[in-house]
């Protein structure tokens, strides 16, 4: 009787599986969105901007969201609601000039779960544009010098639009000086000598000061002047952008150029421009493809559909917010 009643529920659970349906997950990339600016972060306070700096370079940043908008991905959205979120950059570094900040385009997916239709507002997929902060996405070398290393390869495609390495561009006034200069070795290398004085144990600093001065006694007085690579020793100061053949191993040590600020201008307005985007869109075709092969709970991938879609040309257009 106990083994028939054990098969019985055995069969009905069965019967059960094989008749269930599973969860249909509707196709989400045609529900329409919205786009909203959300609050920003305000550190004003402590960077001594008054509220209307920074109520007029709110203004700029709400232009420079309309520009990118134009982008039929962001004009007509659909499969994701879409935010652009505002950060400001607080700093204290000497080179800076003006309201610096960091505008984040949130892609938040439509998400299907349980029946419902959400859409993600945790950490969603998002592109950064930085604004008046030069340094932008470069290893720093001395931050409080504002000192750091750029990449080898730089084309200029269009006046005011410098792109490295095929993937960040810098958004400038052409008219300027340049927006950053080299680093002497010398130089370079009077900062490595300042941070080896920081260290307090004797034994350490004795031994760092040795390393430091071979290194120095190492370099052609000839190359004192010359353009600094981050690399090398102690010191992670080179004069040669390689070794053994090697070329381009370490990349140039520039710093901020303080004379591309123009101080005539109001500190709301929006000077410098960085921002990073593939120039491979065939690439980049590819990942989207990947994503929505192996897309879950209906989502839509829209983040990757907008990197295929802005390219060189939309990103010439913000040319048009420098000076203002």
Known sequence: MKKTLILLIFISILVISLYAQPEKIPFLGDKPGTFEI??????????????????ANMERIKELVSIV??????????????????????????????????????????LYSKGKITYNTIEPPEWTILLNKISGYWNGFNTEKCMFTIPFNKKTIAPGVDVYDNFTFVIYDPARPPYWVPVTVEEAFAVAREEAKKEKDE??????????????AAISPANLKNQAYFGGGISRVSDSPGFEG???LFPPIVKVNPEYWNKNLPKSAIQFIVLTMSVDKKYMQSEYESCVKHQYYGETCN??????????EDIKKLTQ????
């Open 246 to 248: 090697q070329d381009n």
């Open 303 to 312: 983040l990757r559909r907008f990197f295929v879609s802005y390219d060189e």
């Open 203 to 216: 034994i350490a600093a004795k031994y760092l000061n040795e390393f430091l001065e071979n290194e120095w």
């Open 38 to 55: 959300l609050s920003r972060t305000d550190y004003s306070m402590y960077q001594k901007f008054t509220p209307a700096e920074m109520a």
């Open 69 to 110: 908008r134009q982008d039929p991905v962001l004009a007509d959205i659909k499969g994701f609601m879409g935010r652009a979120r505002i950060y400001d950059i607080s700093s204290t570094q000497k080179c800076r000039f003006g309201v610096a900040a960091r505008v984040s385009f949130e892609f938040s997916d439509y």
């Open 321 to 324: 917010l420098i000076g203002k």
